[in-house]
């Protein structure tokens, strides 16, 4: 058994680089990182065997959604103006935030991120760009990268920083531009420090398989128990990111959530868990 | 206690003096509706989950949509067949709660999606399905693709992921649809009671 895991993920290892390497030589997709993959050790490792989680290449938009893209979005596809869209898809903050049904108003600079928007709808932007949400192991994968390091849990310096955006209450004055700190490692901003973001699989915390096999469920990821099995304790930002994922409910919105998408590359367009939908949805995605 | 008692009868009574016409599905109100093409909030009927264009595919390899049981008050659930646990325990609950029904069974129809639209293909669908002894005509077993299961796990609130052992790791929630689709009421699995979702059924 060990050896059979040992062999599909040394595979897994050699597909990714191969897919590296190919990847490597294509053009670059405008506005998005290149992220080439790697390991990723979550903070709670869902499993034991989930302690190290193989991390495929894939692209990352380079800043979060601002509210002129989203804007955009919204003429084009009209279902998701604020007067229109449904309760189903998302509450009642919904661009709560915005003068009117087109309009962002003048209190909003074109360049910050949008906020109040739900999952639904950070989901239908990104396959009208013809991307998807990033899945949770690939957005902390690439947020742990320092300016210069892909890994920063060992500079405490950056740790420090991060740490304090955390604690920090929200700006009455809203978020603030994309694009005005350093851009990380792989070329990515505002991963902290400005909005917290969406993520595909925002509602995948649990513990056990099955639910029943493990009676507490959200309590071991959450109270003492749980704290202590965290692989490094010191790792709040990533606690307080996983508590505030496992408080959202798909249609809902605040003011300081916001998302960017991401884009499979090669290795997932082979088949390795693609992100489809169906052939509507699908149609009403290329529809640009 | 005696209140609920009292208010219980009286539903039962409903039920059994309401026409039995009413057991045949109505006509759609707007069929083929996306959210694409919906009014404004205000003139909106609101939540109907039969708004999602989902599709699936059966236990039997037919295509369905979200809303193939349109009509009827549907128990809306999600599973897997490799399931060990809480997925029997589900699957017998809602069986003893078919059961409780009686009569009233032809008024209610049953929809479980899987969690595992990788390898849950309408074989092994049909084998879970045929195991348990249900009736096609009233339930449903069905999977759609990542995207699908995804937004259906999302509409219903239930949270899921998949483990490295080929498991899943998902809440146990019951959800019942009224005739149009809006989601009645939610129970967990293990607070799921036959009584008070009859109680639920017919408001």
Redesign the interface.
Same mark, same amino acid.
Do not use: W
């Given at each position: 058994m060990v050896r059979v895991v040992s062999h599909a993920k040394s595979l897994l290892l050699f597909v990714a680089l191969l897919v590296s390497f190919t990847l490597c030589a294509q053009e670059s997709m405008p506005g998005m990182a290149y992220i080439s993959g790697g390991v990723y050790r979550p903070f709670y490792p869902p499993s034991e065997k989930e302690k190290e989680i193989l991390i495929l290449s894939f692209y990352l938009d380079r800043y979060p959604v601002t509210q002129r893209e989203y804007l955009e979005f919204v003429k084009q596809k009209p279902a998701w103006r604020k007067d229109r869209i449904s309760r189903l898809l998302s509450d009642k903050g919904y661009l709560k935030d915005w003068s009117s049904s087109l309009e962002f108003g003048p209190l909003k600079k074109p360049s910050e991120p949008v906020t109040q928007v739900s999952w639904f709808a950070a989901q239908e932007y990104c396959e009208w760009k013809g991307k998807r949400l990033p899945r949770e192991e690939e957005w902390e994968f690439v947020a742990m990268a320092t300016e210069v390091a892909p890994d920063g849990k060992a500079d405490l310096a950056w740790r420090e920083r991060v740490f304090k955006w955390y604690t920090e209450p929200n700006k009455p004055s809203g978020p603030g531009e994309v694009g005005k700190t350093p851009s990380n490692y792989w070329g990515v901003y505002d991963l902290h420090g400005l909005v917290w973001e969406w993520v595909l699989d925002f509602n995948n915390n649990l513990i056990t398989s099955d639910t029943r096999g493990d009676g507490n469920g959200d309590k071991n990821r959450f109270c003492g128990a749980g704290s202590v099995a965290a692989s490094e304790k010191e790792d709040y930002p990533t606690f307080m990111r996983i508590a505030f994922r496992s408080s959202l409910k798909a249609n809902y919105t605040t003011g300081n959530l916001g998302f960017r998408c991401a884009r499979s590359s090669l290795a997932e367009s082979m088949g390795q868990g693609t992100q489809t939908r169906s052939a509507e949805s699908r149609q009403r995605g290329e529809k640009k | 206690m005696i209140l609920h008692k009292i208010l219980f009868s009286f539903l039962v009574f409903f039920l059994l003096i309401s026409p039995w016409a009413r057991s045949a599905p109505p006509v759609p109100e707007s069929s083929g509706a996306?959210?694409?093409? +919906?009014?404004?909030?205000e003139a909106?009927v609101?939540?109907? +989950?039969y708004?999602? /264009? +989902?599709?699936f595919t059966d236990q039997s390899g037919q295509l369905v949509q979200l809303d193939v049981f349109r009509g009827y008050s549907v128990v809306v659930s999600m599973f897997y067949a490799t399931? /060990? %646990?809480?997925?029997p &325990?589900l699957l017998d609950r809602l069986k003893r709660f078919e059961k409780s029904l009686g009569d009233k069974k032809e008024k209610v129809r049953f929809l479980l999606i899987t969690f595992d639209w990788?390898n849950d293909t309408p074989e092994k669908l049909q084998q879970v399905f045929q195991k348990h002894g249900l009736d096609p005509a009233r339930w449903k077993f069905v999977r759609?693709?990542?995207?699908?299961t995804?937004?259906m796990? !999302?509409?219903l609130? &239930?949270? %899921?992921?998949k483990?490295?052992?080929g498991?899943?790791?998902?809440? !146990?929630i019951v959800t019942f649809l009224d005739k149009r689709g809006m989601i009645r009421s939610q129970y967990e699995v293990e607070k799921f009671s036959a009584t008070e979702a009859v109680r639920d059924l017919e408001k």
């Open positions: - | 996306t959210h694409e093409v +919906l009014p404004p909030n909106n609101g939540e109907s +989950l708004q999602m /264009p +989902l599709k399931c /060990p %646990y809480s997925c &325990i990788q759609g693709d990542e995207g699908q995804r937004e796990a !999302a509409l609130g &239930i949270n %899921y992921r483990t490295q052992d498991g899943f790791n998902h809440s !146990a």
